[in-house]
T-cell receptor, first 111, second 114 residues
Framework: QKEVEQNSGPLSVPEGAIASLNCTYSDRGSQSFFWYRQYSGKSPELIMSIYSNGDKEDGRFTAQLNKASQYVSLLIRDSQPSDSATYLCAVNQDNFNKFYFGSGTKLNVKP | EPEVTQTPSHQVTQMGQEVILRCVPISNHLYFYWYRQILGQKVEFLVSFYNNEISEKSEIFDDQFSVERPDGSNFTLKIRSTKLEDSAMYFC????????????FGPGTRLTVT
């Protein structure tokens, strides 16, 4: 059973702070990792992907991957109220098409 | 910016009726997917489609479900005889390639079965 686990939250941070979102996965064969943002009643919106151990930065977002610990995280710097949403971690094994999603972490950024 | 589109945005149907959900993937993408999300639950994979064939499907995707690419742009999900438990958001997604390629999601169709 391939599992992707996330703390459901809510995670509350003040505006301007760093939000740290975490995800663990059970399948050691997983090769590709994705973060999506989902506003209530809307579809998942891709934030970024990460494939190699280490950090990957894109604007205010940094994804971190540690395959040995089966752990992927997303840091949001200078959090804004508009970042308030549910953040979904998705994991994929190469040669397979399907993404396994976590249940998401709800982030609240307070003005 | 290219995007995945889906119609209708909301579909209400009676139990036992057939529904067809429609999607137009991003034009240069080759792989197409359907996912569903029951209210308050995880996004779940249903099926992937490539080169006019199903390439992978989940245990949810039983004989009541089918997919089709009827023309060069549309990708459809048909549910033959809807059940109450089919009520969910259905998302279409597409990607340029398989495996580790990024998947882009459409806005979804909310299906309500009464």
């Amino acid at each position: 059973q391939k599992e992707v686990e996330q703390n459901s939250g809510p995670l509350s941070v003040p505006e301007g702070a760093i939000a740290s979102l975490n995800c663990t996965y059970s399948d050691r064969g997983s090769q590709s990792f994705f973060w999506y943002r989902q506003y209530s009643g809307k579809s998942p919106e891709l934030i970024m992907s990460i494939y190699s151990n280490g950090d990957k930065e894109d604007g205010r977002f940094t994804a971190q991957l540690n395959k040995a610990s089966q752990y992927v995280s997303l840091l949001i710097r200078d959090s804004q109220p508009s970042d308030s949403a549910t953040y979904l971690c998705a994991v994929n094994q190469d040669n397979f098409n399907k993404f396994y999603f976590g249940s998401g972490t709800k982030l609240n950024v307070k003005p | 910016e290219p995007e995945v589109t889906q119609t209708p945005s909301h579909q209400v149907t009676q139990m036992g009726q057939e529904v067809i959900l429609r999607c137009v993937p991003i034009s240069n993408h080759l792989y197409f997917y359907w996912y569903r999300q029951i209210l308050g639950q995880k996004v779940e994979f249903l099926v992937s489609f490539y080169n006019n064939e199903i390439s992978e499907k989940s245990e949810i995707f039983d004989d009541q479900f089918s997919v089709e690419r009827p023309d060069g742009s549309n990708f459809t999900l048909k549910i033959r005889s809807t059940k109450l438990e089919d009520s969910a958001m259905y998302f279409c997604a597409s990607s340029e390639g398989t495996g580790g390629y990024e998947q882009y999601f459409g806005p979804g169709t909310r299906l309500t079965v009464t």
